[in-house]
């Protein structure tokens, strides 16, 4: 019988064999077999089938506060340890939003798939991958609707120790371009890699050149306890276009030495013509 043993509180709703048998509270709403059994709060929602502990459904109509799996629902809604599936019964597709509690992580996962989506506590972001290195990382190739590079503060105001770039051809003529492509250990770990020729430098040897732009990317190969290096290419971009500006300027000085030759050559011409 639904609250037969309830000796305190008031104004409760009971719907269900023995639901709130023992409870004490007030102004509460419990729904299923045993639902509520042992309750001892006020305006609470418990919706169960029996007194196991967390129910299906646990809310609070003082803070509005719902719970799936949880007796302290902290947000409007409040899901723990499971996901939200939204599925299509017309294809048999499945969209999950979880939280990997081993790894730390949120994801939307495709579900059965991929996961396609991964935020991860302290901020990093992947699509496609986890982001084990950087703040944003993608599986694959990425795009803008315009070919122009990303954005970066530097403004005059926030530097100090500005220096002008030395030796520019001598740090170009370190540098070693190649082609290359991908082994099958690494294609199988990154299915978007294609079967084709890319074209970078060799970490190992960048990190000679330019140590600072060489950093541990968070990944493995099989066997090898040293992390996978990966390179930021854009300090040999701008030492490049510092290589260039001194070959015009090296252009135009021998320009201006084969202009005044040309004028003395032209004059000893004129000289033994006379």
């Known amino acids: 019988m639904a609250g037969a043993s309830m000796t305190t509180g008031n104004g409760n709703t009971l719907i269900g064999a023995f639901s709130g048998m023992l409870a004490t509270g007030s102004n509460n709403v419990f729904i299923g077999h045993q639902a509520g059994f042992n309750e001892t709060g006020s305006d609470k929602l418990v919706i169960a ?25 902290s947000a ?22 979880s939280y ?53 503060n530097s403004d005059k105001r926030i530097k100090t120790d500005i220096q ?5 051809f001598e740090i170009i ?17 990154h299915p978007s890699i294609e079967d ?10 960048y990190q000679q050149v330019f140590p ?11 066997g090898d306890s040293k992390e996978v290096l990966q390179i930021d290419t854009y300090n040999a971009q701008i030492v490049t ?16 030495t084969n202009e005044d030759l040309q004028r003395r050559i032209e004059a000893l011409e004129r000289l033994l013509k006379k």
């Open 100 to 152: 990997d509690a081993t790894d730390n992580y949120f994801y939307l996962d495709e579900f059965g798939v991929a996961r396609h989506l991964y935020i991860k506590n302290g901020g990093n972001t992947g699509i496609g991958r986890n982001p084990t290195a950087n703040k944003f990382e993608v599986e694959g190739n990425a795009s803008k609707t315009t070919a122009t590079a990303w954005l970066a």
């Open 49 to 73: 089938n029996s007194e196991t502990t967390p129910p299906l459904i646990y809310g609070d109509f003082s803070s509005g506060f719902v719970g799936l799996g949880t007796i302290t629902p």
């Open 76 to 97: 409007k809604l409040n899901i723990a340890n499971g996901a939200l599936r939204i599925t299509n019964t017309t294809d048999n597709k499945h969209y999950e939003l």
């Open 164 to 168: 002008n770039i030395d030796n520019s």
């Open 173 to 189: 003529m370190k540098l070693h371009p190649v082609k290359f492509r991908y082994n099958d250990e690494w294609k199988k770990k």
């Open 212 to 222: 600072e732009s060489v950093q541990n990317s968070g990944e493995f190969v099989d």
């Open 241 to 256: 276009i510092k290589a260039v500006q001194e070959l015009i300027i090296q252009n135009k000085e021998l320009q201006k």
């Open 196 to 205: 084709k020729y890319y074209f970078n430098f060799i970490a190992q040897e």
